[in-house]
């Protein structure tokens, strides 16, 4: 493997470096084509194997995405700031808003699907449900600025959906799902969140048009009424590159 | 490409699909070999090409790694739940706890470096300060259970290292930065933090001994003291295969 002159850092690497800091300074942004294969190894006087290799390190990093035939773009995307309390406060649904309206981006919401399903056996545990109890399930996919962001799935106990029987229509009406339960006294008081990360499975990759190197990110959501009765467990898979996820908690 | 009697679905991944069942249900748990090439080629009647895109699907996932001239094993680490709220909570550092106790988990933390550095502008604005403002840096790694899980860089106004100058030493003391701040009465009573998930540089790959197919997740944390006033400033970088993040707040 060609080393630099000092020896230690293979060229492939530091070309990728460089590409990388000229990406992270904004010098390259977004939908700017990289240096092509050819480029790199007149610039640098390197094979084509160490020109590809520091262009697929900056794919796999998720900060550029091939287009076949054409070259090598540079990838970013303006994240969705999602503020985990502050678009949850009841000051946003108790006054008939989306959740979604605190980001002040365009967002459109498609592959709605209202069903009733047995959920898996860590949802029915989130609702204090016995297991092979059906449960109402409200899955969509959500899109900023066209492109698709998150996959959502929400799950509400039986109990829970027959007293607010708007919850299984299409359009639950202002301020949503959390806006209906308040009216009949199952408001949510609390939330817990829980995050992970991990690569996407083919079919994310799929729905959310995820390029390589794209990471995604697993919200589970509950929310829970007075007495800490749970009324909905939420899973919400998002496109890793897209979001900025904000936390405010005190001491 | 070979498809499944139904036409529709790459052999490859149906069977990166059975074997990803097998590792979500316990059947197959961490450190545990995945059928090799061969015994794939023979069960399902498929070519070697076949075979290494099915393993390979699930080592891009994170849920397996391979290990050269043996296989391919199931690769799960019993994650560490870090609970945003409670372990930032006065009453752990007031009474002289570590912000690690509430995990439960060994810990042992290395590469502890504290300088003198001028920032880059993002942290020099967290902090209030004027850019080429030198503060106080703290860098360590963090290993659970003997593994690599995070890198850690704290900024501290100079004001605040002035004013607390046990910060600057390689052991804080009882309840650490934060209850040296608390004495001098810069308490912090707020925190906020942001979530960014990517791929790894490979500087990060070696520092974290990351696994191919394995993201990190960003921590970008800000300590405000009473007045809003910022104290510290800390970006860490999680291993993200290691971590669930869990964040309780009120609607």
Do not use: C, K
Request: glycine content about 10%; aromatic content about 6%; charged content about 30%.
């Amino acid at each position: 493997m060609p080393t630099s002159e000092n020896g230690s850092t293979p060229v492939y690497r530091e070309i990728a470096d460089e590409l990388r800091e000229q990406i992270r300074s904004g010098r390259l942004t977004d939908g700017d084509r990289l240096p092509g294969e050819n480029t790199l190894m007149e610039r640098h006087g390197i094979a084509r194997a160490t020109a590809r290799q520091a262009l697929s390190e900056l794919i796999n990093e998720g900060l550029a995405s091939p287009v076949r035939g054409s070259g090598v773009y540079v990838r970013l995307f303006r994240p969705v700031r999602r503020h985990g309390s502050r678009r949850l406060s009841r000051d946003i649904w108790g006054r008939g808003g989306s959740i979604w309206q605190t980001q002040e981006r365009d967002y459109e919401v498609d592959r709605l699907l209202v069903d009733e399903a047995v959920p898996e056996a860590h949802v029915a545990r989130a609702l204090g449900l016995a297991e092979e109890e059906a449960v109402l399930r409200r899955s969509r996919r959500y899109l900023v600025d066209g492109r698709p962001v998150q996959n959502a799935v929400s799950y509400l106990a039986p109990a829970v959906a027959a007293a607010a029987p708007r919850v299984r229509e299409h359009d639950t009406g202002p301020g949503g799902v959390y806006a209906r339960l308040a009216e009949v006294g199952l408001a949510p008081v609390r939330f817990t969140e829980e995050i992970r990360v991990r690569m996407p499975t083919p079919g994310e990759r799929e729905d959310l048009s995820l390029p390589p190197g794209t990471p995604v990110v697993d919200v589970a959501r509950t929310a829970l009424a007075d007495g800490n009765r749970p009324v909905e467990f939420g899973e919400i898979t998002m496109d890793g590159s897209a979001y900025v996820l904000q936390y405010d908690f005190e001491a």
